[in-house]
């Protein structure tokens, strides 16, 4: 189950006479004596004086039931269609009675659950319509202006561009139902273009922020901040860039710790830190860790930082449209000494 909703369940009856008074226990189990679970609901024990009479209980229990949906769907004609009017002759069919056996009255009960099931789901898709919409172009307007080139963005503007001219109580039920899954999608494809750009250009980002901190110039920042792809070229420039902004303030013995990057272990805790001590606290984070490393990110002389993989086996490595380069061993005499994936702890890199 996991908070799912239950599907598919089964009416299960079973007729039977007491022949005496006493004290009695309802017991289930599955059939087979095996590794089997059901889910049982609704149990119920009835006195049944006859069969008419259970039958007719059974109709007006249903009806009770359902009528709350269609009495929502019949305050607004927004919510017209061959759903309704069917709910309406199956509800006024089992108001009217005249049937003569217990299968046919169970025939217009399982019409009627059916139908309320159809009903709800029309209801629901047709309040969530615009929902769904607003909902869908708001991920693309909150969007920075690089992303809005890309083909998944297009293909998810497209589809709520096609269901903004379109009344929602002019689509049929399963029209209904593919609306909702589609704009649902929709807003899929922009987080998904969103996330692909952000991954194949994080190389280039990372070095504009670098380049950034290191006082390079502002516009050539921002052409690496508009990178939507790996492009080494425009990188290089700005690590370039960056590396002689960096000289020159070594040269001048500048103090770089305000453009530096800390990591620290956050698998030790040293004992000995002591908040108070100035020399305690430049060495390590508020909680104890030890620096570990300190200095200028330069992540961005790394092409494709995000693509890599830490598999030993070829199989398993499926990057679709990006080549795999195995790495290389050599010995001190330069000879290859084995080629494959991952040796010595390393990352393949794409």
Known sequence: MNGGKVTGSVLCQADFTVDKEGYYVLRFTSAEATWQEFLLA?????????????????????VEAVKPTYDEAATDNMYNGDTKTAFANAIAKAQAGGFTSGPQIQAVIDELNALNEKMRARIDNID???????????????????????PLVKEAQSIIDKYAKIEPQTLSDEELATAATDLTSAAGLVKDAQNVIDYL??????????????????????KGREATVDDRSLADALNIKAGLALYQKLAAKEDLSSISTKIYDTNVVDEDFDETDPESVATHDEYGHPL???GVDFTGLIQNPNFYTTSTDASQVDFKGWTLETLKKYNEAGELVSEGLCQDDHSCIF
């Not at 049944?48 to 007006?60: D, G, I, T, V």
């Not at 969530?128 to 890309?150: M, P, R, T």
């Not at 994080?202 to 670098?210: C, F, I, L, P, R």
């Open 128 to 150: 969530n319509y615009d929902i769904n919409l607003l909902e869908a172009q708001s991920v693309i307007n909150e969007l920075d202006a690089k992303y809005l080139n890309s």
């Open 42 to 62: 609704n149990v119920r024990l009835i006195t049944m004086p006859s069969k008419a009479a259970y039958w007719r209980q059974q109709l007006n229990e249903t």
């Open 201 to 222: 250009a994080y190389g280039v980002n990372k070095a504009a922020d670098t380049a950034e901190k290191l006082g390079v110039d502002a516009a050539d920042v921002a």
């Open 292 to 294: 570990m490393a300190s």
